[in-house]
C-alpha cells in the first residue's frame, strides 16, 4: 500500500466551477500536510499547507485535514483558465529538521475550460 | 532574489555513462533536498543536506549514485554508470530553519538514459 493515494485524473472542469481535489495516506507520523501546483516544465510550488487536522482558507482556495480519516482535501472556488495545472499533495512527519522530508501523492492534472 | 537553480534542464545520456547533476539551493538554506519522479510514478525523496552533512539519504536508490554538498552550498548529484531505469526528472529544493521553512523547488533535471 502506498503511503500516499491521489487520484491521477485527468479532471477537466468549467470556468467558474468548485474544484475538489482529496488525498488519502496510511502513515499516522504525518503531522504536516501541503498541497503544491505545478506548470508544465515547472518545478512544484507551494500553494497552502496545513498543521495537524482542520481548514486553512486562502483567497480562493480552501485546504482541509481530517487526521481520524487520513483524508485531505483541496477545494478551488470559482476557478479560473490559469488553475489549469497539476496539483500535488504532500506529506510530512515534520516541517524542518530531520523527517522534513515531503512523501507526495502521484499528482492530478486539472484543466479549466474557458 | 534567485530560486533554486539546476543545471542542466536536461540530459541525455548512453547506458553506462556518467552525468552530473547541479543545484544552486536559495543562499542562505541550510537545507537541501534532492527528489526524483520517475514517469508515471509519484514524486521521490532521494535525500537530504543540512549545510555540508547528510541528514537522510534513505531514499538513494542504490550505490550509482553519489551526492556531495562541499562548503555547504551547492550540491552535485552524480550517476555513474546510468542505467536506463535512472531516466526522470530530478528536482532540489532548499528552505531555512527559521523563520519560513518552506521548501523552494527548483525545475527539475530531466535526465533521459538510452
Known amino acids: 500500500q502506498k503511503e500516499v493515494e491521489q487520484d491521477p485524473g485527468p479532471l477537466s472542469v468549467p470556468e467558474g466551477a468548485i474544484v475538489s481535489l482529496n488525498c488519502t495516506y496510511s502513515?499516522?507520523?504525518?503531522?504536516?500536510f501541503m498541497w503544491y501546483r505545478q506548470y508544465s516544465r515547472k518545478g512544484p510550488e507551494l500553494l497552502m499547507y496545513?498543521?495537524?487536522?482542520g481548514n486553512k482558507e486562502d483567497g480562493r482556495f480552501t485546504a482541509q485535514v481530517d487526521k481520524s480519516s487520513k483524508y485531505i482535501s483541496l477545494f478551488i472556488r470559482d476557478s479560473q483558465p490559469s488553475d489549469s495545472a497539476t496539483y500535488l499533495c504532500a506529506m510530512s512527519s515534520f516541517y524542518t529538521g530531520a523527517n522534513s522530508k515531503l512523501t507526495f501523492g502521484k499528482g492530478i492534472t486539472l484543466s479549466v475550460r474557458p | 532574489e534567485a530560486g533554486v537553480t539546476q543545471f542542466p534542464s536536461h540530459s541525455v545520456i548512453e547506458k553506462g555513462q556518467t552525468v552530473t547533476l547541479r543545484c544552486d539551493p536559495i543562499s542562505g538554506h541550510d537545507n537541501l533536498y534532492w527528489y526524483r519522479r520517475v514517469m508515471g510514478k509519484e514524486i521521490k525523496f532521494l535525500l537530504h543536506?543540512?549545510?555540508?552533512?547528510?541528514?537522510?539519504e534513505s531514499g538513494m536508490p542504490n550505490n550509482r549514485f553519489l551526492a556531495e554538498r562541499t562548503g555547504g552550498t551547492y550540491s552535485t548529484l552524480k550517476v555513474q554508470p546510468a542505467e536506463l531505469e535512472d531516466s526522470g526528472v530530478y528536482f532540489c529544493?532548499?528552505?531555512?530553519?527559521?523563520?519560513?521553512?518552506?521548501?523552494?523547488f527548483g525545475q527539475g533535471t530531466r535526465l533521459t538514459v538510452v
Open positions: 502513515n499516522s507520523a504525518f503531522q504536516y
Open positions: 529544493a532548499s528552505s531555512q530553519e527559521y523563520p519560513n521553512t518552506e521548501a523552494f
Open positions: 543536506f543540512v549545510k555540508e552533512s547528510k541528514q537522510d
Open positions: 496545513t498543521y495537524s487536522s
